[in-house]
C-alpha cells in the first residue's frame, strides 16, 4: 500500500517551482471557473473564527475543483499585532481527491502572497486602461512585495510608487525594487493608474480626491465586515468587482460601510458575462478565495512532482 504520510513542502520550495508566468493564467481561469456557477467550483465561504483573546483570527479555507478533480485546506491565521513574526500564517493540505488521502502539507504563506497578487494581476489585466504607466502601491508588508512582483510581470510599469505608514518599511522597500518611496498617499497615487491597497488598516486610507478618474484600483485588505481601506466616497462613485459576491457582502467593510452596489465578479468579466468598464475608475474588491489556494496547490505538487 501507497504510504499515506503527505510530503512536506517548503516556503522555499514553493518559492522555487512556483512563477508567475504559470500561476497568472491558472488563477485567472479559475477565477473564472468559480464565476460559472454550474459546480465546476465547490467551495463555502470561508469560516473565521475570532480569537479574541489574542486578538488574532483563525480562518479555514476548504475548496474542490471538480473539473481539475482537485482538493485542499488551508488554515491560515491572521494576527495583525505580530512583531516577531508575520501577521498571516498558513498551511495547505492537499488531497487526492479519487481516495481521500493527504498528499503534502505546504507552506500556506508563500502560496497565500502569490496567488492574491496573482488575482489582482488577472483583475487588472482585465479592468485597467491598456499600458498603464504608474502602480502605486499603499503598504509594504508581504503583499506589497508580492504585488509589486506579479504586476511587473504583467507591465513595464515607467514608475512604481509606494507608501506605507512606517518611513524606514518605504525606504527599504523602495530600495530593494526600485520604487519610488513617497511621504504621503497623496503624492503616491496622484499619477497612479494602476493602484494596489495592501495595509493592515481598519480604517479608510485612499481617498477619491487623490486619484485619477479611471484609475484601476486593487482593494486586498480590510477582509473584515467593519474594516475599510477606502473613502466610501470612493467606493460608491467606482465601479466594483469582487472575487466573490457571495463572500463581499458578508466579509467587505468597504462594501457592507459604503453600502456601495458590487456590479459583477472579475470571473464573470473573465468568462465575458459581464462588461469591464475601464472608462470609469473600476475596484477589484478582493478577499481571497479557497480555490485559488486549492490550484495553487495543486500547481506548486505538479511542479514538485514532475522535477
Ligand atoms: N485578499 C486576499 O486574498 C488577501 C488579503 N490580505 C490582506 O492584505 C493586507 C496586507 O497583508 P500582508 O502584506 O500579508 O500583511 P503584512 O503584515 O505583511 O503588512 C501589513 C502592512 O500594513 C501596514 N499597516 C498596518 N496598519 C496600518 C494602518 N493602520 N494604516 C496603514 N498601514 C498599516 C503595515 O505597516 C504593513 O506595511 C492585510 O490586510 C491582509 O489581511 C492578505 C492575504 C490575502
Ligand atoms: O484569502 C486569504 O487567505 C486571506 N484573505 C484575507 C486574509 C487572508
Redesign the pocket.
Known sequence: MASLLPQMVSASDVLRVLKYADLIPVIEKTLGDFSRGDGTVVQPVRTVIPVDQHQGYFLVKPGYHVAGDTMACKLLT?Y?N?TDR???QASIVLFDSSNGSPLAVMDGASI??MR?AA?SAAATKHLAKDSPHVHAI???????YSHFHALNHLYKFDQVCVW???PA?VQKFAAETGATPCSTVEEAVKDADVITT??????P?LKKDWIKPGVHINA????RPD?QELDPELVLSSVVYVDSKEAAPKESGDIILSKAEVYAEVGEVILGKKEACKDKTTIFK???LAI?DVVSAKLVYDKLTSS
Do not use: I, K, Y
Open positions: 491572521l495583525p505580530n508575520p501577521s498571516h497565500t502572497d492574491t488575482a499603499l503598504g509594504t508588508g508581504h503583499q506589497a506605507g505608514r512606517t518599511n495592501v495595509t493592515m488598516s481598519r480604517t486610507v486586498v485588505g480590510a477582509c474594516w478582493s478577499l481571497g485559488e
